[in-house]
Each structure stands twice: as structure tokens, then as C-alpha cells.
């Protein structure tokens, strides 16, 4: 058995949105909304949810977060049974900005870094990949950024490209959730060559246009026509938000990940704002929905790890990080 390095680490995990419209399951960008994760030994399992929205993720060892945990220990061959965890959360659950990548990656950052940091972060994104089932929001959970990724079933490739300075990110969330596998279970098996070709040229293109900084080009490339056309049905107002939101401002529009939620690329110089703001919570505002929105930016870095020295140990994580949080 290998010492552990740190006693206590508390990770801080960005959010992220997948697909960006044409990437299903390739693209994926690190969002300013966040997930703390606290771990060290302990002499028994405890784990310990804050905020709200948290209930029904268990808090004994078939905890996400636990499991993870025990996969790195397993692999570095470290053997540390009993966890002491606690997780924070502004990302909203099942609403398709990452949740559960974010807990992935946040499980994976702080046990890795309790056991001195063995794992390398390809290594993190081969496991975190395996475990989601496609790299987009856990390569950008991971390495913050815009991520454009690909995987076989057998290892990850993924690059990290450099936001724009002046992009900005709405973000509209339906007051309902929506499963990934309700959302998965909407596409078909297959598709024609058209719909190939039509989303390999619009995803190359805003692949080059969020690189090259040409933000004009996204309106033209954040078109599909692999997912979203099928879960428009399941999302009351997605239909016109992506037809219309380029004639209120946005650059280009999505849907989130798997969805509800939806997502606007802004020109954070725009002076049309709080008209788009109004446009994406008009129409998904229905007989007994309604969305909150939140204005974000790509976060530009993956999980932040901070160790908390002795004297610290009885600050707890919800102290640790007040200032930090959006909600209480
Ligand atoms: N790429 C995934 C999807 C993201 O669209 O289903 C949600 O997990």
C-alpha cells in the first residue's frame, strides 16, 4: 500500500455544454458554472450533498463520486476503502450542462491528486470517456476550453482550443429535466449520406471558426442535422429558438448537450442582449414550464485542486467556498 500525499483536497470543476450544435458527441466547451468536490481518508464513508436538487444521489458507496474515486485508487494501486466526500453544485442536474461529467472529472481530479498525482490528464480523459460514453463534456470539464474530441469505443483524441475573448454564452434552463437516455433514445440508428455530409461540413466549419476567431461564420455552421431535429419534440420552443435566435443577436444557437437546457454564442460587445435574454425565455415559456437564464463564459482551465493545510481542517467545504458559489 502506497502512502496518500494529501489528507484533504477540494477540487473545483467547471460545467460544460456538448455538441455546440453540429458535434454530436465531439464538441464540447468548459462553461463559468461550477461543482466542488471535497475528498480525504477517513476511518468510515461519509458523504455529504450541499445545496438543493441533490436528492436521490445516494451518499453511500454506489456514489458516482465514490466509484470513480475507488477506480483511480485501484489503478495507481493505492487501496483507500473509506472516503470522506462532500460535493457543492451550481450546475443544475439532467438539464444537459454536464452535471454528471463534472462529478466524473471532479472524482477523478481529487483522488488522483490525493495518491500523488499518478495518472496523467490523457489517462484522466480515457477513463472519464469510458465512463460518460463520448468525450465532449468531460474532455472540456478536463481541459477547459473548447474541446473537439473523438473516440472509437477504445481511446480518446481530443484537442483543446483557445475560446474567443469576446464570446460570451447564454444560457436558457427549462424548469424540467430531461434524461440523456430519454434524449439518446430519440435518434435514429441511422442516417442518410445527405445528413452525413450536411454535419461533417457545418461542424469542420465552426470548428474553424471558433479557431480561427471568424465568430460571423457561426451562424452558418451551428446547424445539424443528427440530434437536434429529433429532440425538438421533447423541448417545447427549441424549433424556434434555433431558426430565429441569430435574428436577435446571437451568433449562432444549440441545443445544450442532451438538453432541456438551451444555448446562445454571444458577442459579449452585443447591445442586444437583454432582447435575446427575452426571446429564449419567451419561447420556452409554455402552459406550465417556464427557463431561468444565465449569462456564462467558456471557462478556460479544467479542475482547479486546492489543498488545505492542518490548520484548516475545520473549515468546512461550504465555508471554504462561499464566496465563490452562484446559489445557497
Ligand atoms: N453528446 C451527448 C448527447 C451529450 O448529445 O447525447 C449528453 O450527454
Request: net charge negative; glycine share 8%.
Given at each position: 500500500?502506497i ?9 473545483k470543476?467547471p ?5 455546440l ?7 464540447g ?8 468536490i ?12 450541499y445545496?438543493?436538487?441533490?436528492s ?9 463520486i465514490y466509484?470513480?474515486a ?20 451550481d450546475?443544475?442536474l439532467?438539464r444537459?450542462?454536464?452535471?454528471s461529467?463534472?462529478?466524473?472529472v471532479?472524482?477523478l ?13 490523457d ?21 477547459g476550453?473548447?474541446?473537439v ?8 483524441e ?10 460570451e ?9 430531461l434524461?440523456t437516455?430519454?434524449?439518446r ?6 442516417y ?29 455552421a ?12 421533447l ?7 434555433l431558426a ?14 442532451a438538453g ?11 447591445r ?5 435574454e427575452?426571446?429564449?425565455l419567451t419561447s420556452l ?5 417556464g ?28 465555508e471554504?467556498?462561499k464566496?465563490?458559489?452562484t446559489?445557497?
Amino acid at each position: 500500500m502506497i502512502e496518500t500525499v494529501h489528507p484533504r483536497v477540494i477540487v473545483k470543476v467547471p460545467a460544460s455544454t456538448a455538441n455546440l450544435g453540429p458535434g454530436f458527441d465531439t464538441l464540447g466547451m468548459a462553461l463559468s458554472l461550477y461543482a466542488w468536490i471535497e475528498m480525504s481518508a477517513s476511518e468510515k464513508t461519509e458523504i455529504t450533498l450541499y445545496g438543493s436538487g441533490m436528492s436521490g444521489i445516494p451518499t453511500d458507496k454506489s456514489n458516482l463520486i465514490y466509484k470513480v474515486a475507488q477506480q483511480v485508487f485501484q489503478e495507481v494501486g493505492v487501496s483507500i476503502p473509506e472516503l470522506r466526500i462532500g460535493m457543492y453544485s451550481d450546475i443544475p442536474l439532467t438539464r444537459g450542462l454536464g452535471s454528471s461529467a463534472s462529478a466524473i472529472v471532479g472524482a477523478l481530479a481529487a483522488a488522483n491528486h490525493l495518491t500523488g498525482s499518478k495518472l496523467s490528464q490523457d489517462r484522466l480523459l480515457q477513463i472519464a470517456t469510458k465512463l460518460e460514453g463520448h468525450p465532449d463534456n468531460v474532455g472540456a470539464s478536463l481541459m477547459g476550453g473548447i474541446i473537439v474530441s473523438a473516440w472509437d469505443g477504445e481511446r480518446a483524441e481530443a484537442i483543446r482550443l483557445e475560446p474567443h475573448p469576446d464570446l460570451e454564452v447564454l444560457v436558457a434552463i427549462p424548469d424540467f429535466q430531461l434524461s440523456t437516455d430519454k434524449a439518446r433514445h430519440a435518434l435514429p440508428e441511422s442516417y442518410t449520406k445527405q445528413d452525413a455530409v450536411y454535419n461533417v461540413g457545418r461542424s469542420s466549419l465552426l470548428v474553424a471558426a471558433l479557431a480561427s476567431g471568424e465568430l460571423g461564420m457561426i451562424r452558418h455552421a451551428m446547424k445539424d442535422r443528427l440530434h437536434q431535429p429529433y429532440r425538438a419534440s421533447l423541448i417545447p420552443g427549441m424549433e424556434q429558438i434555433l431558426a430565429e435566435a441569430t435574428e436577435y443577436g446571437a451568433l449562432g444557437a444549440a441545443l445544450s448537450g442532451a438538453g432541456p437546457t438551451m444555448l446562445a454564442l454571444v458577442d459579449r460587445r452585443s447591445r442586444r442582449k437583454q432582447e435575446l435574454e427575452q426571446f429564449l425565455l419567451t419561447s420556452l415559456q409554455h402552459q406550465h414550464s417556464g427557463a431561468e437564464a444565465r449569462w456564462l463564459v467558456p471557462c478556460l482551465e479544467g479542475p482547479v485542486i486546492t489543498v488545505p493545510d492542518s490548520s484548516e481542517d475545520d473549515i468546512t467545504l461550504m465555508e471554504w467556498i462561499k464566496g465563490d458559489i452562484t446559489a445557497c
